[in-house]
């Protein structure tokens, strides 16, 4: 019974159905065989599922940071030009800065990775850097914005294990940080040794010019204060930040920048709610699928069966990690947080893994799956503004993956390096 609603979700996957209908069908076929239990539970879950206040936030997290693309991202752009042109392969480590500052805004990969993309990616390859290698470190540069606060995949997470949305995007922070540190390290390195960037002349500006840049690209760095301050403070619910970040996109995009008119604005509000419907459905889906989990007692199953190869704690985490960087190249991302987060948390967590630093670890692996194909949907999006095929990226695309899957055994096996924050606060 439980092999047909795997395998019949296999097959609906690998036929090309989307996530979320593919869980469902896989949740009908079940119950049908099952034929004990009625069909309409489905539905009934569906609703319950996505019946939350909490789950308001990440769509408006979404909408602010589609509208923050008015007017924000080229300011972000130049300041992170103005703080790091000035080492080799500067221009390429501005973009990386750019992809860092955006994703504090954004909290979407595949949004940091179009709108830094779109102006960086260009100007690159006009200053010399390989096309290959230009969208292989902005799609992994990209990605970053899972990672940094306020990030959607550690929303979701914080949602679907019952967590706290706050503590859990504070823990984001140091590894996020560290993340763009290590990309700027690793562009410093490659661009030295290929010779990217050589014999451009660095951008030099005065001291009102660095002024004017700073000054401009502070409204958009409250964004971050604005949600994590209301959420730390007491003073607003997730939902409520979410609520203000977008009123506060919105003013700066209307009234500051004067950028987004009603036509751009009917534009951004579709394209926002194409990618919130396509996630919702997802959630959805994930809700039947985790009450049949529970009900059939998969879930202890599961970890039975982990726990019967190993029951060392290392080893069964790093078969886990291993588990989700494998899934990240074949599933969409926001999908592996809402349908397996809940399965494997209390495995781990039941060997002494603390809840927030694994959903950290979820988190890169779901973006070492945005970089590697066949899913990769960050490196696609870089390689479509350059007009590349996927393929044209190797090998450098496995170069920042590599720093990825570095940085995860890194922070697996110095948990503090997540947990510290939730001690300070």
């Known amino acids: 019974m439980i092999a047909i609603l795997f395998i019949s979700m296999l097959v609906f996957l690998l036929i ?211 949600i994590l301050g209301g959420v730390l403070s007491g003073i607003a619910t997730p939902t409520e930040s979410a609520v203000l970040a977008t009123v506060y996109a919105a003013f700066l995009a209307v009234v500051v920048y004067r950028e987004l008119d009603l036509k751009k604005f009917f534009a951004v509000a579709i394209e926002s709610s194409k990618s919130i419907a396509s996630i919702m459905i997802i959630i959805a889906a994930a809700a039947p699928f985790g009450w049949i989990m529970t009900s059939q007692n998969i879930t202890t199953a599961l970890a039975s069966l982990i726990l019967g190869i190993s029951q060392v704690p290392m080893v069964v985490y790093l078969m886990v990690v291993a588990l989700l960087i494998f899934l990240g190249t074949f599933m969409e991302g926001n999908s592996i947080v809402v349908v397996l987060s809940p399965i494997l948390l209390p495995i781990v967590a039941g060997l002494g893994m603390n809840p927030y630093h694994f959903g950290i670890l979820v988190a890169i692996a779901i973006c070492i799956g945005a970089c590697t194909p066949p899913m990769a949907t960050c490196l696609f999006t870089s390689c479509k503004t350059l007009g590349l095929e996927v393929s044209d990226t190797f090998p450098d695309i496995f170069l920042v993956c590599g720093y990825f899957i570095l940085m995860e055994l890194v922070l697996l096996f110095i948990p503090q390096i997540t947990t510290c924050v939730l001690g300070i606060m």
Request: charge should be positive; proline fraction near 6%; hydrophobic fraction near 50%.
């Open 16 to 226: 090309g159905i989307p996530v979320g209908f593919a869980v469902l069908g896989a949740c009908l076929l079940f119950l049908m065989s099952a034929d004990t239990i009625p069909l309409v539970i489905i539905s009934q879950r569906m609703v319950d599922g996505i019946g939350s206040f909490t789950f308001l936030a990440m769509p408006l997290f979404i909408f602010s940071g589609n509208l923050m693309a008015y007017g924000s991202t080229p300011r972000l752009m130049r300041l992170a030009n103005l703080l790091l042109n000035r080492i080799p392969g500067g221009f390429g480590a501005a973009g990386i800065g750019a992809c860092g500052f955006f994703g504090c805004v954004s909290g979407s990969g595949v949004a940091t990775t179009a709108a830094i993309g779109s102006i960086v990616g260009p100007e690159m390859v006009a200053r010399g850097y390989g096309k290959g290698y230009t969208a292989s470190i902005l799609a992994a540069s990209g990605t970053l914005g899972g990672i940094i606060p306020p990030s959607i995949t550690l929303v979701l997470f914080a949602v679907a294990t019952n967590l706290s949305i706050g503590d859990m995007l504070m823990c984001g922070f140091i590894p996020g940080f560290m993340c763009v540190a290590g990309f700027i390290l690793l562009n410093t390195v490659i661009c030295k040794r290929r010779g990217y960037g050589e014999g451009q002349e660095h951008a030099r500006y005065s001291g009102s010019e660095k002024m004017k840049i700073v000054l401009d690209a502070v409204p958009p760095l409250i964004m971050p204060i604005i």
